[in-house]
């Protein structure tokens, strides 16, 4: 008669990433706004401070169930609808936090973990990879979500939380940065350009594109600094076409006040590019 024996194959950094991701499990929460719907959350911190998507949360309360199984009633305390965020209270106190990382030091090619409560697996785990780091708006990696992972977290192979898993593009896990919901809890100003714009399709070359038309110009922005004017068409931003009218919203609010933003235009058959500077304060993107 043979006989087996039956090893652990388990190694340190198994045992390790498991330790991990029952780490990134506890500080995950379930998020619901009403039975139909829901997703995910992360505990900020021990008091009850709770980051998940707006979408997720699109009402004044929402049902927060902790990975123990207590249930709480949430407040939405704060909301921005341009980055997808929003944060909850609960009353609760010694919460296991997350512990977060900076998305700054991220890597292309660096392991990372999703945990979230996709088709209502509660603290389901993807492994994947760092896609690419060049945005400001998206820590893109390539992870498997599914519904229900909205709001959830993404952290690196030290537990630390790097981004707010947010959507899914091209195949790809878009997270918001840990960098903008650190800027989104602190009130920062979102960055303004001072115009207001109507979106036009205009010819470029061979090509059909979507543009920007500025129909008014505030006095003091930062468009004004820029020598933007009344009929000029915006075009790109930072090198990228506008797919829709609210990209050029999307940018300014994921970039920081002081920051250089790249804007090409046309204006009277030129084609023009300018870095404006972007300022804090009461000037926004209006559309026409």
């Known amino acids: 008669m043979t006989s087996f024996e039956t090893k652990s194959t388990s190694t340190p950094i198994t045992l390790e990433l498991a330790a991990v991701a029952e780490q990134l499990r506890r500080s995950t929460v379930q998020v619901r706004s009403d039975r139909l719907s829901g997703g995910s ?29 207590r249930v709480f009633e949430a407040v939405v305390t704060t909301k921005d609808l ?30 990372v973990m999703a945990v979230g409560n996709p088709l209502g697996i509660v603290g389901a785990l993807a492994t994947g990879i760092i896609h690419a780091t060049s945005s400001q708006k998206w820590v893109m990696a390539d992870v498997r979500l599914l519904p229900g992972n909205s709001g959830g977290s993404l952290a690196n192979a030290q537990g630390q939380v790097i981004g707010i898993n947010t959507m899914i593009a091209d195949g790809l896990a878009l997270a918001v ?36 038309l500025i129909l008014e110009v505030e006095a003091g922005s930062s468009a004004i600094d820029a020598n933007l004017q009344i009929g000029d068409v915006l075009i790109r931003v930072c090198g990228q076409f506008f797919n829709t009218p609210d990209d050029l919203v999307s940018a300014i609010a994921y970039s920081e006040p002081g920051e250089l933003l790249s804007l090409e235009f046309l204006r009277g058959g030129k084609h023009l590019v300018s870095s404006v500077v972007l300022h804090g304060g009461t000037f926004g993107v209006k559309a026409a």
């Open 41 to 69: 959350g992360v505990i900020w911190n021990s008091d009850g401070l709770i980051i998940t998507n707006a979408h997720v949360a699109p009402k004044e309360r929402a049902t927060v169930e902790l990975n123990d199984g």
């Open 177 to 212: 940065p840990s960098k903008v919901v650190e800027r989104f809890l602190k009130g920062e100003s979102t960055p303004k350009l001072g115009v207001t714009l109507r979106p036009v399709l205009v010819n470029l070359g061979n090509i059909r594109v979507l543009g920007l």
């Open 82 to 111: 341009h980055r997808d965020l929003a944060a909850l209270q609960i009353q609760a106190t010694d919460l296991p936090a997350a512990t977060i990382g900076n998305s700054d030091t991220l890597r292309v090619g660096e392991l």
